[in-house]
């Protein structure tokens, strides 16, 4: 059974940093692109982040250069380094892997930028 389990949402004021976490099970995750993805309410869920079996990144224009996507395939997580947090990041942040033709969800963790 595949599992995927974030952690490290919470609330952050504008300009600070967070640091979100996703352990992987059931999969072999070394071999898996990992990524993050947000929902906003009312609004579509979105790519933040995907990163590569082999260590390439991608971002959209909207996170490149604050956020940053990292993985440690020995403790099976990916990581996203989330600095200068704008209000606009507030939503609801999951993460994605694609094993062979399958993509898997977590539950998710809120992050919510907000003085």
């Known amino acids: 059974q595949v599992q995927l389990v974030e952690s490290g949402g919470g609330l952050v004021q504008p300009g600070g940093s967070l640091r979100l976490a996703c352990a992987a099970s059931?999969?072999?995750?070394?071999?898996?692109?990992m990524g993050w993805y947000r929902q906003a309410p009312g609004k579509q869920r979105e790519l933040v982040a995907t990163?590569?079996?082999?260590?390439?990144?991608n971002y959209p224009d909207s996170v490149k250069g604050r956020f940053t996507i990292s993985r440690d395939n020995a403790k099976n997580t990916v990581y996203l380094q989330m600095n200068s947090l704008k209000p606009e990041d507030t939503a609801a942040y999951y993460c994605?892997?694609?094993?062979?033709?399958?993509?898997?969800w977590g539950q998710g963790t809120q992050v919510t930028v907000s003085s």
């Open positions: 990163i590569t079996f082999g260590g390439i990144t």
């Open positions: 994605n892997a694609h094993s062979g033709v399958n993509d898997y």
């Open positions: 059931g999969i072999t995750f070394r071999f898996a692109i």
